[in-house]
C-alpha cells in the first residue's frame, strides 16, 4: 500500500502547511506558558512536565491524523477515518485540556463574551446530547458523503466536531472547580451514558450490509474525496492510472465499513474505561482519605 501512496506525492502524503500549523502552536505553547508568561498573567505558573508531555503529546496526534499519510488514507478506507475520529475526538481534546494551564483556560473560559456559552453547554446532559447527536448526525450517509464534496463543508464539520468534544469533554475533567461539580459516581454514570449514546452509529456501521458511503465505494465520489488533500494538478495526472480506493485495500468495501466501526467502537471502549478507572482510582482515594469529625459525646467521654 505505502509504494502506491507514493503516486499521490510529498504534499499530500505530509501535509506540509499544516505541520507548519502545528509548529507555531508548539511555539506559541513553549513562549506563552514560559519567556512570556507574566505578560498574560503576573501569578502564572509555568506547566508542569506532565502537562506539557500532554500538550506536546496532543499536537504530535494531531499532526499524525490530520498532517500524515494517515489523513490520505481515511479518503481511502473508512478503517482509516474512524482510527482518525478516535484519536481527533476522544485523545486530542482529553491532553490538551490537560496539557494547557489553568491560568490559560481562565482567561479563555471567562472572556466575556464565551462564558455564558460555556457554561449552557457544558451542562452534562447538553454536552453529552450535542457531541453524540453531532457525531451520529455526520455519520448519516447523505450527510458524510456531502462533507466529502466541499473543502469548506469537511473542514467546518471536522471543527464543529472537535469543539464538540471539548464541551463533550469538559465537565469530567475541567481544570476550573467551577465546572468540575460531579461526584466521581455521576462523572462514571456520564462517562457510561456516552459510551451508549455513540453506540448506535457505529452499530449501523458495522452490520450495514451494503456500502454505506459513496466516497468509498464510487469511483467519482472517491475522486472528489481525494481532491480534499490531493493537489489538483497531481489528481488531475492520476486520473485514468487509479480507479478506486480497491486499488490500495485487499478488502472489499464492505469489509473495510464494518472494521472501521469496530475500530472506533472498540478504540471509543479503550478511552472511556481508562477515564472510568481513573475516576474511579482518584476520586474514590480522595474521598476515602476525608476523615468524618468526632462526634462530640464521643471526644468529651474520651477526654480528647
Known amino acids: 500500500m505505502w509504494l502506491n501512496l ?5 504534499r499530500a502524503l505530509w501535509s506540509p502547511y499544516f505541520l507548519t500549523y502545528i509548529v507555531v502552536l508548539a511555539v506559541a505553547y513553549y ?12 501569578d502564572a505558573l509555568r506547566p508542569t512536565v506532565r502537562q506539557q508531555l500532554y500538550f506536546y503529546t496532543a499536537l504530535l496526534l494531531l499532526y499524525i491524523v490530520k498532517g500524515s499519510p494517515i489523513d490520505l ?41 464565551i462564558k455564558p456559552i460555556v457554561r449552557l453547554l457544558t451542562k452534562p446532559l447538553i454536552s453529552l446530547l450535542l457531541f453524540n447527536a453531532l457525531f451520529s448526525i455526520y455519520h448519516i450517509p447523505g450527510i458524510f ?6 473543502q469548506i463543508a469537511h473542514s467546518s464539520a471536522s471543527i464543529i466536531l472537535l469543539i464538540a468534544a471539548f464541551v463533550v469533554w469538559w465537565p469530567i475533567i475541567s481544570p476550573l472547580k467551577e465546572f468540575d461539580k460531579m461526584q466521581p459516581l455521576l462523572k ?28 468509498y465505494s464510487q469511483s467519482g465520489a472517491w475522486m472528489q474525496a ?9 489528481l488531475d495526472g492520476l486520473q485514468f492510472t487509479i480507479s478506486g480506493p480497491e486499488m490500495f485495500s485487499s478488502m472489499s468495501t464492505v469489509e473495510d465499513q464494518q472494521l472501521g466501526g469496530i475500530i472506533m467502537k472498540s478504540m471509543q471502549e479503550i478511552v472511556y474505561i481508562s477515564l472510568l478507572a481513573r475516576i474511579y482510582f482518584v476520586g474514590f482515594s480522595k474521598e476515602s482519605r476525608k476523615i468524618d469529625p468526632l462526634p462530640a459525646d464521643w471526644a468529651k467521654s474520651s477526654g480528647l
Open 188 to 215: 462514571m454514570a456520564y462517562i457510561a451514558a456516552n459510551g451508549i449514546l455513540i453506540t448506535p452509529a457505529c452499530v449501523l456501521i458495522i452490520f450495514a450490509s451494503n456500502p454505506l458511503f459513496e466516497a
Open 226 to 234: 481525494m481532491a480534499l488533500c490531493v493537489p489538483g494538478n497531481v
Open 31 to 42: 513562549m506563552i506558558t514560559g519567556p512570556l508568561r507574566h505578560k498574560f498573567s503576573t
Open 73 to 113: 488514507l481515511t479518503h481511502i478506507m473508512l478503517t482509516f477515518h474512524m482510527v482518525q475520529m478516535a484519536i481527533y475526538l476522544l485523545i486530542v481534546p482529553i491532553f490538551i485540556i490537560k496539557g494547557i494551564p489553568e491560568w490559560i483556560w481562565s482567561k479563555i473560559v471567562y472572556a466575556p463574551v
Open 145 to 150: 458523503n456531502f462533507t466529502k464534496s466541499s
Open 6 to 10: 507514493q503516486i499521490f506525492g510529498y
